[in-house]
């Protein structure tokens, strides 16, 4: 069971859109719908952003969309605000009933 | 509300056994599924296993059979045991509800930092 790869960092300016990618495997997200995104911020438990990897908890913000296509997942940020610098991880369910995260991207809002 | 507690020793000497408690409050354990989530200091997320309100669980094959994880309705709380721990075991252990339709981690415990030193 391998972590999902994301980029260690991304960054953007206030208004600006960033998107961060996952990629998984035909084991993980390849095979399910079931992608989450988690925003950490520092010191922080991880919070729900996205689940069923396009999907939004209706608490969270509308400048959050998820998207997934084969073996990858993207989260996409528009409007970006300060608050919105963070950690973000992906998760996606995966064979046997077992998860895996990636690595985290930092999130910088310059 | 939804509301999840992580309680345990914040220090545990290597190649002894690591335990943890998650009180649950407001709403029973019967009905959902429960999962532990690790956070090595400055480092990113790893899934540690799951518990189901059947007592089924499922665990990082990286682990091996070092964790056990258990449930007690009647405490309305679940645990989790890893032996032989070393220090790459240090980390914030977290507790989380799984919501079982859509496979995520929907509730948080707000952690708990556990150190492996002798």
């Given amino acids: 069971q391998s972590a999902l790869t994301q980029p260690a960092s991304v960054s953007g300016s206030p208004g600006q859109s960033i ?10 997200i390849g095979s399910y719908k079931f992608v989450s995104w988690y925003q950490q911020h520092p010191g922080k438990a991880p ?18 969309s998820g998207a997934k296509s084969g073996n990858t997942a993207s989260l996409t940020v528009s409007g970006l605000q ?3 610098e963070a950690d973000y991880y992906c998760c996606s369910f995966a064979s046997g009933s077992t998860w895996v995260f990636g690595g985290g991207t930092k999130l910088t809002v310059l | 509300q939804v509301q999840l507690q992580e309680s345990g020793p914040g220090l545990v000497k290597p190649s ?27 480092k990113g997320l790893e899934w540690i296993g799951y518990i189901n309100y059947s007592g089924r ?26 032996s032989s721990v070393t220090a790459a075991d240090t980390a914030v252990y977290y507790c989380s509800r799984v919501d079982g339709i859509i496979q995520s981690f929907d509730y948080w415990g707000q952690g708990i930092l556990v150190t492996v030193s002798s």
């Fill in chain 2, 16 to 42: 002894e056994t690591l335990s943890l408690t998650c009180i649950v409050s407001g709403i029973s354990v019967n009905t959902y599924y429960w999962s532990w989530i690790r956070q090595p200091p400055g």
């Fill in chain 1, 82 to 84: 300060a608050e919105d």
């Fill in chain 1, 19 to 28: 998107t961060i990618s996952c990629t998984g495997t035909n084991s993980d």
């Fill in chain 1, 47 to 64: 919070r729900l952003m996205i689940y069923e990897a396009t999907k939004r908890p209706s608490r969270v913000s509308n400048r959050f």
């Fill in chain 2, 57 to 82: 669980t499922t665990h990082n094959p990286s682990l091996g059979s070092r964790l056990t994880i258990s449930i007690d309705t009647s405490m309305n709380q679940f645990s989790l045991k890893l």
